[in-house]
């Protein structure tokens, strides 16, 4: 079974930028593409950025497109996703998993942008 543990949340103010990692357990992980999902209260959690088992391919969500940037190590099986020029409708938990989100959630992290 493999476990993902997200951190790097935090408050930020408007514009502002943040770090979110992935620490996933397991290798299986290295050979599936993977994405950061995110949830705010009130509505369904939705895939923001995607990336390839290799790491050569990537896709956002339109409304983080050119804001956000997705990266893996697949070394050390981990997930970035650097997040710039934040806006308050960012404000969620993010979580990752992997592509069809076959495993279990982790806690998330909570991100708020607000000023």
């Known amino acids: 079974q493999v476990q993902f543990v997200e951190s790097g949340g935090g408050l930020v103010q408007p514009g502002g930028s943040l770090r979110l990692s992935c620490a996933a357990s397991g290798s299986i992980v290295r050979i599936l593409a993977m994405g950061w999902y995110r949830q705010s209260p009130g509505k369904q959690r939705e895939m923001v950025a995607r990336?390839?088992?290799?790491?050569?391919?990537?896709n956002y969500a339109d409304s983080v497109k050119g804001r956000f940037t997705i990266s893996r190590d697949n070394v050390k099986n981990t997930l970035v996703l650097q997040m710039n020029s934040l806006k308050p409708e960012d404000t969620a938990v993010y979580y990752c998993?992997?592509?069809?989100?076959?495993?279990?959630w982790g806690q998330g992290t909570q991100v708020t942008v607000s000023s």
């Open positions: 998993n992997t592509q069809d989100s076959r495993y279990s």
């Open positions: 990336i390839s088992s290799g790491g050569t391919t990537t």
